[in-house]
């Protein structure tokens, strides 16, 4: 019995897995990818989310509780830990890359106002929480960068200009406006990105270009 439950648990992840998988490069061909770029975008992102890469690192200093009768009598000083800030490859890097890919080719007065939106929105309503991060509804900044982008352009570019403020209004206004918040509530890392392919930045990238298509 136990085999099988291990079993069916197993096939379900794979056919989320799977779905997932056809979702997303489906939402990339939507921006202008061939099904081949597709399916290797997915899989730098795949394989990107296990790597995480320092930008930023301090010293901070903890004291220590007087847990003990000693510690009234002798002086212990603070003890030192060193605090990183990660970002993960396939959970911000990638696809931050690729919006910054397509706001090169892309409108760039239509992506420059739905970056703007999406981060005033992420910023406002992400909440920092002490040992998980930042806490951000997933399906409100896709809806923001849609709606700014039927405002200024129609047809396939409200993919590209709805992922683009989606994915680079959630990384700027959730994590980098909020990163001194995460900080100070004595976190020792912070990965940005660091749920790899199932993390909100890029999960909000598939859910804007998906929803652009549909335009």
Do not use: C
């Amino acid at each position: 019995m136990p085999f099988l439950l291990v079993l069916l648990l197993l096939l379900v992840g794979w056919i989320f897995f799977v779905l997932f998988a056809q979702v997303s490069a489906a939402s990339f061909t939507a921006l202008g990818l061939t099904p081949m770029q597709a399916i290797w975008l997915f899989t730098a992102v795949l394989l990107g989310s296990v790597i995480n890469i320092p930008v930023w690192s301090r010293t901070v200093y903890r004291q220590r509780p007087p847990l003990t009768f000693s510690h009234f009598i002798f002086y212990y000083p603070p003890e030192a830990h060193q605090q990183v800030v990660y970002i993960n490859v396939g959970g911000a890097l990638i696809p931050g890359l690729f919006s910054l890919y397509l706001l090169l080719r892309g409108p760039f007065f239509p992506m420059l106002m739905a970056v703007a939106a999406v981060t005033l929105v992420a910023w406002r309503i992400a909440r920092p929480k002490a040992g998980v991060g930042i806490l951000l509804p997933p399906f409100i900044p896709p809806l923001v960068a849609v709606a700014v982008a039927l405002i200024f352009v129609r047809g396939p570019e409200v993919s590209a200009v709805a992922f683009v403020g989606g994915v680079l209004g959630t990384l700027i206004g959730a994590d980098l406006l909020h990163l001194k918040e995460v900080l100070r509530q004595d976190s020792l890392t912070l990965s940005i990105g660091g749920a790899g392919v199932f993390d909100g930045i890029f999960l909000v990238g598939i859910l804007s270009s998906l929803l652009g298509a549909f335009f």
